[in-house]
């Protein structure tokens, strides 16, 4: 029994061993492959330029300096670091490329069994040379590899030392989403959640300002509170649901929500969610919770009470609409409208034949005559009005 077992090991250990060679050899592979499409690849570029030329890989996006969503562009672009997302990157991720993954339509199949971080960074790379990355293999929720990423957050900005712009977090499980909550609310850093569901047609995004909106542990899930281990909800040989499509609208929602919030213009949702069976997109804001079961989220929200009230308030001055009052006069003159109804009417064009219940939008409503009256005005000239006026 103990030679078997001997055994065994050493086929595992022989397995991990070739596993290994194979990932060098595909790693090699790539990198040879790199060498010789470098000539396929454009140079990295120094400085922006906002000349509207197919040649200019930027000329698309300067639209948004053009009409005046942003002031300058290549500052804006050029000013964050962000973890996921074209900028600078920081890249954190433990597991490897499969052939299960190929449905993201983002991993490619020679890809399978590099980590997924590497394989990130070389699709992107290809794609923009201008990104620059770090990328770390390695499960966030121990304790070592925990305290490596709160201190990737507090010092990966693009200024030395100081921290990121914004996290952002594409994870699949409870445990991570946690971990990357605790850190923070402890480091007071603004960040971004979503997911999408196990059934795969539906999803959300969530902006994170720790103090001042909910917390992932304000709000918990049903696992939370069902009291239920995460760890029971994944069995062996069982997979969720994943349909590239929803995954793709999530993610095109969650990066939209990252370019408002960093570029600010629009409307930046704070929860906003996706039901694919029905097209239905709710949106709400959920302020955090007092009774978190976090010690820095109300940490955090003290923090933000205290900054609430040193700000200045400002003062809403309501407007009283003066009511116009028209002097009596001897002579009963009173302002009426030039237009008349029969006009207005004219003015709104033919009405189409449309389905019962279907309007047309800035159409006048039909008026329904009211009884008894029965003065048709329809082909009369003035002078023939006038003078039916006298005889009444």
């Given amino acids: 029994t103990i030679s078997t077992m001997a055994t065994i090991e050493e086929l595992r250990l022989r397995v991990r061993e070739l596993e290994n060679e194979l990932i060098k050899c595909k790693q090699k592979q790539c990198a040879e492959g790199d060498a010789q499409s470098d000539s396929l690849h454009r140079p990295k570029i120094d400085?922006?330029?906002?000349?509207?030329?197919?040649?200019?890989?930027?000329?698309?996006?300067?639209?948004?300096?053009?009409?005046g969503i942003v002031d300058d562009y290549e500052v804006s672009n050029r000013k964050f670091s962000i973890e996921f997302l074209y900028a600078d990157l920081l890249l954190f991720?433990?597991?490897?490329v499969e052939l299960a993954n190929m449905n993201r339509l983002f991993f490619q199949p020679h890809q399978a069994g590099l980590s997924k971080v590497e394989a990130a960074e070389h699709t992107l790379r290809n794609i923009n040379p201008d990104v620059s990355f770090e990328m770390y293999n390695y499960n966030i929720t121990t304790m070592e590899n925990f305290t490596h990423f709160m201190e990737r957050i507090s010092h990966g900005g693009l200024k030395e030392g100081k921290p990121v712009d914004l996290v952002l977090s594409c994870v699949d499980n409870f445990e991570a989403r946690m971990a990357i909550n605790t850190a923070c609310n402890e480091l007071g850093q603004t960040w971004m959640e979503s997911g999408v569901s196990e059934n795969a047609v539906s999803g959300h995004i969530q902006l994170i300002v720790p103090g001042e909106t909910a917390c992932f542990a304000c709000a918990p899930p049903l696992v939370v509170a069902a009291n239920i281990d995460e760890k029971t909800l994944k069995r062996e040989g069982v997979c969720a649901a994943s349909l590239p499509t929803t995954?793709?609208?999530?993610?095109?929602?969650?990066?939209?929500?990252?370019?408002?919030?960093l570029l600010k213009f629009g409307t930046v949702s704070y929860y906003l969610g996706y039901n694919a069976m029905q097209d239905f997109?709710?949106?709400?804001?959920?302020?955090?919770?007092?009774?978190c079961n976090d010690y820095y989220c109300k940490k955090q929200q003290e923090e933000f009470k205290k900054k609430e009230a040193e700000r200045p308030k400002v003062e809403v001055v309501e407007e009283v609409e003066e009511e116009i009052v028209h002097e009596d006069n001897e002579w009963g003159i009173e302002l009426v409208s030039e237009i008349s109804e029969a006009d207005l009417q004219a003015a709104s064009g033919p009405m189409p034949d449309l389905p019962e219940g279907i309007t047309v939008a800035y159409t006048l409503p039909t008026e329904v005559p009211v009884e008894g009256e029965t003065v048709d005005v329809a082909n009369q000239s003035l002078e023939?009005?006038?003078?039916?006026?006298k005889n009444l």
């Fill in 47 to 67: 400085k922006m330029s906002a000349e509207v030329v197919d040649s200019n890989p930027y000329s698309r996006l300067m639209a948004l300096k053009r009409m």
């Fill in 384 to 389: 023939e009005l006038m003078a039916k006026m």
């Fill in 281 to 291: 997109f709710p949106s709400m804001t959920m302020k955090a919770n007092p009774q």
């Fill in 247 to 261: 995954m793709g609208v999530v993610a095109g929602l969650l990066v939209q929500n990252v370019l408002k919030y």
């Fill in 93 to 96: 991720d433990y597991d490897k």
